[in-house]
């Protein structure tokens, strides 16, 4: 009987949140993601399964330098020792548009021949484990497969499925699973940053009836962090760890498959809280009691933010660094807080009135002057260096 641990968007490499780990000079929620990596990799030895499936996206770029490449590798001795056979296709974040094929996983996958027990695909192909088919469908190199346009690469996906549709009801496999990284016209897509998903086209094209027309154990997709499950037998896996905010309510973990039957395990992973405070006339006391909230909690192991709607009529009133200082010396990572002026005499530009400002430069003008509270005496000094930010942009894009 076979059996797998199955888990998607690793995405190892840097992140905004922790620091630099003196021991290791890693990132602090760099080092998180590995141990979410490492929880998967000791489950799947300790249940001696046949395979260990990563659904794409190992990377967060598709040029990941050597001290994050050099994490992943023993993950994978680990795996290939213990004998259980490791498979890692391709996904969006793996892929470059490379006239030679070359990607994130292209080193490894080349090495393929000298490593028994490790696979690497970047294109389609059909993988048997005993009685089990694997139909696996990577994130391909456009440019390699002539896909020169976003639409016909998603065209190509929506074949590929057609095909293996096909091939299923041909081969005499007792199981049958599928790989993809790409989302379903039932995926919900969650509002995370991370997905480089293309604002060109709507990448969710393919449906998950045309998955109806094959015979199909299982069907495992990537690329949509929110694991969820569309139907009985076709489900995202999810990321392996909180990629930003937007993923704060998410659960994080992988599938355990045997023979047929699956399970959703989730991982220890480090949490992200989100604080909203609001503050008018009565911000003393309103930001007194959110003090001694903040204070009750234990949050040295927790990523947080404050979301802060502040009357703008109170704003030069207010002092927020002891709610600051505390969190920062509290929490495990803070990103402080983040404020949002609200008052009658606050008139926010609409996207429209954006369009026709001038130059970028009456655009921070306006913006400082409708934001008076919080650069009431220091304007003159906000646009200026603003300004100077400006022409430094613009001289380095030429």
């Not at 260990?52 to 023993?74: E, L, M, T, W």
């Amino acid at each position: 009987m076979t059996s797998g641990v199955i888990v998607s968007d690793l995405h190892l490499g840097d992140y905004s949140y922790g620091q630099t780990d003196p021991e290791t000079g890693l990132n602090t929620r760099f080092l998180d993601i590995l141990h979410n990596l490492d929880q998967s990799v000791d489950f799947a030895i300790e249940h001696k399964v046949n395979f260990y499936f990563v659904v794409g996206d190992i990377y967060r770029n598709k040029h990941p330098n050597s001290k994050i490449r050099k994490q992943f590798a023993p993950r994978v001795a680990k795996l290939v020792k213990a004998g259980i056979r490791v498979i890692v296709m391709t996904g969006n974040h793996d892929m470059t548009t490379s006239a030679d094929g070359a990607h994130a996983m292209s080193e490894m996958e080349e090495l393929c021949e000298l490593i028994p027990g490790l696979q690497v695909f970047s294109s389609p192909t059909v993988v048997e484990i005993d009685d089990t088919s694997l139909y696996i469908l990577p994130f391909v190199n456009r440019g390699e497969h002539n896909l020169l346009t976003v639409n016909e690469l998603l065209r190509f996906q929506v074949d590929m499925v057609k095909e293996y549709n096909l091939r299923t009801k041909k081969q005499k496999s007792r199981k049958n699973l599928f790989f993809g990284h790409f989302g379903t016209d039932k995926s919900v897509v969650g509002g995370s940053f991370d997905l480089d998903m293309s604002s060109e086209e709507n990448e969710n094209i393919v449906t998950v009836d045309a998955f109806s027309e094959g015979k199909w154990t299982a069907v495992y997709l990537g690329h949509i962090h929110k694991q969820q499950e569309l139907t009985k037998n076709i489900k995202h896996v999810g990321s392996l760890g909180r990629i930003d905010f937007a993923e704060e309510k998410e659960i994080k973990g992988f599938y355990h498959y045997h023979d047929g039957i699956d399970e959703f395990v989730p991982v220890v992973d480090r949490k992200f809280k989100t604080f909203k405070l609001v503050l008018d006339e009565n911000h003393k006391e309103q930001l007194a009691d959110f003090l001694q909230k903040i204070k009750k909690l234990d949050l040295a192991q927790t990523i947080v933010r404050v979301k802060a709607e502040i009357k703008q009529t109170y704003m030069s009133e207010i002092r927020l660094n002891e709610a600051e200082s505390y969190l920062k010396s509290h929490s495990w990572h803070s990103l402080g807080i983040d404020i949002d002026l609200v008052g009658d005499e606050v008139k926010k530009i609409d996207a429209q009135q954006i369009t026709t400002i001038d130059t970028p430069d009456e655009a921070l003008k306006k913006f400082i002057e409708q934001h008076s509270g919080q650069f009431k005496g220091i304007e003159d000094k906000a646009l200026n260096a603003g300004v100077e930010i400006l022409k430094a942009v613009r001289a380095k894009a030429k």
